[in-house]
């Protein structure tokens, strides 16, 4: 028996070709061949195939990978609990605001009898006067940001859908003090850019938006509607629901601009109408300020014994 012991080779290395890298000169044409099976999609290693990842009996592995993704980072991260933003991504800082407002007059005077130009003067000037809300979401996410032990602690942080508008300000607001945030963005046909103040190992890109309104709800620790369109009032009445419903456990919801929400908004009137109880119309508070805001949140967590941050 042989004593001699095995010399390790490094990984590649060796003496002789395996069998399936050698030429076949009896048979001209199995290059060829070889080169189309090897460019088949079929032979793509199939977490590398693009193609077969859009076809539509894939989609359960997409979704598992919507809500693994973040679950795993935002875990990683040590996010707990989130104040989720939401509101009008049309909302804008007050010069941002006066900007349009002086190019909807000077198109007014270009062409005085376009009545288009001149509804767009009102719709510029009610943006302005919304324009105080932006700041209000910027404060808001400097007293959240401020909460926590520091920069690096992230049990509590500002979470936002990541667009424009409102959820800038609030996710601007975090970055303002140094204190991290979130932003869930949406895949959309035309793109939206996740805005500039997210932190960017905690922004975040869906393809599904059951499955972005999932991670919202699954830290949430309040809601926050600013004045917003159709994706806000999404967001609003689905948390809603769920808590109505007592599908999830109660949570603090804020609506910013109770003149607005009041109008647009009338939860008065569904209780009246008798399609909600009069106690559903109580699941909401209405604020104005960031200040107003954080004590609404804080003083919800207060009397109901529970902790808005561990």
Not at 1 to 21: A, D, K, N, Q, V
Not at 104 to 121: F, I, K, L
């Amino acid at each position: 028996m042989s004593t001699r012991t095995p010399r390790l080779r490094p990984p590649g290395e060796r003496r002789r070709p395996l069998p399936s890298s050698v030429p076949k000169p009896e048979d001209p044409e199995a290059d060829e061949r070889l080169r189309r099976i090897l460019a088949s999609p079929s032979y793509r290693r199939s977490d590398r195939d693009l193609e077969f990842f859009e076809r539509d009996d894939v989609r359960p592995l997409r979704l598992q990978l919507d809500y693994l993704k973040p679950e795993v980072l935002l875990t990683e991260a040590g996010v707990h609990g989130a104040i989720v933003v939401f509101g009008g991504t049309r909302l804008v800082e007050r010069a941002a605001a006066e900007r349009q407002v002086a190019a909807a007059h000077a198109a007014v005077e270009a062409h005085p009898d376009d009545a288009e130009a001149s509804a767009r003067v009102a719709v510029a000037e009610r943006v302005l006067a919304k324009s105080a809300y932006y700041e209000a979401a910027r404060e808001l996410g400097r007293l959240v940001g401020r909460s926590g032990a520091g920069p690096e602690d992230c049990r509590l942080i500002v979470m936002t859908g990541g667009g424009p508008g409102a959820m800038e300000a609030a996710n601007r607001g975090a970055y303002d003090v140094g204190a991290k945030s979130a932003g869930l963005n949406i895949t959309l046909p035309h793109e939206q850019l996740p805005n500039p103040y997210i932190t960017p190992e905690l922004c975040f890109q869906f393809r599904y938006f059951g499955m972005r309104k999932m991670h919202f709800m699954a830290r949430a620790r309040a809601l926050v509607a600013f004045p917003g369109g159709f994706g806000t009032f999404d967001e609003l009445c689905e948390t809603l629901t769920l808590i109505q419903t007592r599908t999830i456990e109660p949570l603090p919801v804020v609506l910013v601009g109770a003149d607005f929400w009041r109008r647009a908004f009338p939860a008065d009137v569904l209780a009246a109408e008798g399609l909600i109880d009069s106690e559903d119309a109580e699941l909401f508070c209405f604020a104005e300020t960031a200040e107003e805001i954080w004590a609404a949140i804080t003083q919800w967590y207060e009397e109901a014994g529970r902790t808005l941050c561990e």
